[in-house]
T-cell receptor, first 112, second 113 residues
């Protein structure tokens, strides 16, 4: 069973739309959740972290966490072509507070 | 402030050769991590240093891989002898405290032929 699962996409949205990226995880005791953005050939860049149930907003980004459903999502409002990248969901599992387990990532394309 | 830097950015070596990858973490970050992404797979944890001490090397594939962090500053990851399945992108990351955000380097793309 995969520990962190993401839809690989590609997810294609028009400019200005809301992009919704989803992630499920298998470890019920996970406490820390991160979204990284990775442009091709570049380093993963942290864009959001979330630790408690509910929504967390930062600019055009909103992370949503539901620990009961073991589900974390990332919404990107007013999507821009520059948001086109692979989005990686990462979770601390096995009670670890440092070891990240990644999903394979979702490729997002925002069309002008 | 400089981010996490890795060297080299690319390396192509023959099977059986030795390669050493280097990582310079963000200054002041005691926690340093190595991760790897092989083709078509997700990024996977290799090991974790706190200062110069290995805290967790449970993700290291086998004893052909040796990581060091002498003096608690930069780290090296040596693969000896390299095998074809070692090909992938090796990422280094650092964080100031445990459980806080980890910042990644641009990675070293290793190709073993």
């Amino acid at each position: 069973q995969k520990e962190v699962e993401q839809n690989s996409g590609p997810l294609s949205v028009p400019e200005g739309a809301i992009a919704s990226l989803n992630c499920t995880y298998s470890d019920r005791v996970s406490q820390s959740f991160f979204w990284y953005r990775q442009y091709s050939g570049k380093s993963p860049e942290l864009i959001m972290s979330i630790y408690s149930n509910g929504d967390k907003e930062d600019g055009r980004f909103t992370a949503q966490l539901n620990k009961a459903s073991q589900y974390v999502s990332l919404l990107i409002r007013d999507s821009q072509p520059s948001d086109s990248a692979t989005y990686l969901c990462a979770v601390n599992i096995d009670g670890s507070n440092y070891k990240l387990t990644f999903g394979k990532g979702t490729l997002l394309t925002v069309n002008p | 402030e400089a981010g996490v830097t890795q060297f080299p950015s690319h390396s192509v070596i023959e099977k059986g050769q030795t390669v050493t990858l280097r990582c310079d973490p963000i200054s002041g970050h005691d926690n340093l991590y190595w991760y790897r992404r092989v083709m078509g797979k997700e990024i996977k944890f290799l090991l974790h240093f706190v200062k110069e001490s290995k805290q967790d090397e449970s993700g290291m594939p086998n004893n052909r891989f040796l990581a060091e962090r002498t003096g608690g500053t930069y780290s090296t990851l040596k693969v000896q002898p390299a095998e074809l399945e070692d090909s992938g992108v090796y990422f280094c990351a650092s964080s100031q405290d445990l459980g806080t955000e980890a910042f990644f380097g641009q990675g070293t793309r290793l190709t073993v032929v």
